[in-house]
């Protein structure tokens, strides 16, 4: 299985920040790379697909790029609604496998 | 607009199954595939499965593929995932999820397992 490690794990960042986020694939996974971001208690929301487009109606602060391992989603000036958990997801091919998680904490 | 709902919490002892079901509207259900992914407390997000609503063929991770089942009804557009053999572990919030080639644009608001003697 493709292992998806996701750095770092929590940050603490203020309203204004810009704020970039990483997940690294144990293989290559083209472009088939997505990220969500999760509010405690709700289902998790699609931010980008295919690791750069970004889903209709998702603010433009929010981007992603990369391509075949190394991927970032950076979040150019973060906003009080954005304190959330964000998550990669890998579906190059099954099974397929989430990061662990990066929580953005108010610092 | 995209609708997934899904069924209510349940409460299993172990060693029971649990059958949840996940039902669309709003868009063509035999197009799309259809995932299940689950969220112990406190943890993170975890894939189980794909279902083709089209011809009913199935994927598992590994992990539990000898204790589920998913299946699907094309007359009322839902979506069934049935795990066997259930313990402690197993307690966690379990999603479906509409995918398709623009990233997994649709949740199901989620339905809360917990599984306890």
New interface residues.
Partial sequence: AIQMTQSPSSLSASVGDRVTITCRASQGIRNDLSWYQQKPGKAPKLLIHAASSLQSGVPSRFSGSGSGTDFTLTISSLQPDDFATYYCLQDYNHPYTFGQGTKLEIK | QVQLVQSGAEVKQPGASVRLSCKASGYTFSSYYM?WVRQAPGQ????MG?IRPSDGAT?Y???FQDRITMSRDTSTSTVYMELGSLRSEDTAVY?CVK?GS????Y????TLVTVSS
């Fill in positions: 995932h993170g997000l975890e894939w794909i994927t991770a590994q992990k999603y995918g623009s990233g997994w644009d949740w199901g608001q989620g």
